[in-house]
């Protein structure tokens, strides 16, 4: 699988990776920033990583092919049906906008 590993100031790093997505969510403001990993294995959302950072603080994210995964910190499940409705409203806006 291709995936993230991640080490935040030296320290051991986190291998997020899923055959269907990972993403990286980094954030500054407010004097504070944040690091999120999360991804989905189309049944569940997954979080491997939640973090505050600080100014100063060294991240390291490099892409790898792996199948040894980290475990994940959060499972939460993915309702489907909600999903389904969200594609069905964003298809009929794209028409609408003549885009699709």
Known sequence: ???FEI??????PIVAASD????????????SGR???KGSDV???????????????R???KMVDTDKVSPVLT??????????????QLKMELK???LI
């Open 43 to 57: 049944l569940h959302y997954l979080t491997w990583l939640s973090e505050k950072l600080e100014e100063g603080d």
């Open 35 to 37: 690091i999120k990993i």
């Open 20 to 31: 269907y997505f990972v993403f990286a969510d980094l954030t500054f403001g407010c004097s």
């Open 75 to 88: 499972i939460e499940d993915c309702d489907c049906d909600e999903m389904k409705r969200r594609y069905e």
């Open 96 to 98: 609408g906008r003549g």
């Open 7 to 12: 080490s935040i100031n030296g320290r051991e």
């Open 59 to 61: 991240v390291l994210i």
């Open 1 to 3: 699988m291709i995936g």
